[in-house]
């Protein structure tokens, strides 16, 4: 609430042209899948667990979507995300946590010097 007691809006969040491009693309995806599957959105909604609404949102790329929900929207038409062999993506996993274990478990923010020598 702001100092008037009235809920603050919301900040408009502004994602990069990539970001959208990506989330357009398996949105398409999703509604390709779906109506290849001669699922309805209702029948796809049901599956998921969601709101008829989530699924259109998602099948339009909206950015506002939970990436959980969209991923398996996605696993429910086909829409294969990554490698289609779950043993592939077991050994990217394992790699991907391998490699995090060697950095370190923190990023501090670069120390900028001060230049006081007036």
Same mark, same amino acid.
């Not at 001669?38 to 950015?63: C, F, K, N, P, Y």
């Given at each position: %609430?702001?100092?008037?007691?009235?809920?603050?809006?919301?900040?408009?969040? #502004?994602?990069?042209?990539?970001?959208?491009?990506?989330?357009?693309?398996?949105?398409? %995806?999703?509604?390709?899948?779906?109506?290849?599957?001669?699922? #309805?959105?209702?029948?796809?909604?049901?599956?998921?667990?969601?709101?008829?609404?989530?699924?259109?949102?998602?099948?339009?790329?909206? %950015?506002?979507?939970?990436?959980?929900?969209?991923?398996?929207?996605?696993?429910?038409?086909?829409?294969?995300?990554?490698?289609?062999?779950?043993?592939?993506?077991?050994?990217?996993?394992?790699?991907?946590?391998?490699?995090?274990?060697?950095?370190?478990?923190?990023?501090?923010? #670069?120390?900028?010097?001060?230049?006081?020598?007036?």
């Amino acid at each position: %609430m702001d100092h008037d007691g009235f809920m603050a809006k919301p900040v408009a969040r #502004t994602y990069s042209r990539y970001s959208r491009d990506a989330a357009r693309l398996l949105g398409l %995806m999703i509604r390709s899948g779906r109506i290849e599957r001669e699922l #309805t959105i209702a029948e796809l909604a049901e599956r998921a667990g969601v709101s008829r609404g989530l699924v259109h949102r998602a099948e339009q790329g909206d %950015m506002g979507c939970a990436i959980g929900t969209v991923f398996e929207l996605a696993a429910l038409v086909g829409v294969s995300l990554f490698e289609a062999d779950q043993s592939v993506t077991a050994l990217h996993i394992a790699n991907a946590e391998k490699t995090l274990s060697l950095l370190p478990r923190s990023v501090h923010p #670069t120390r900028k010097d001060v230049k006081d020598d007036f």
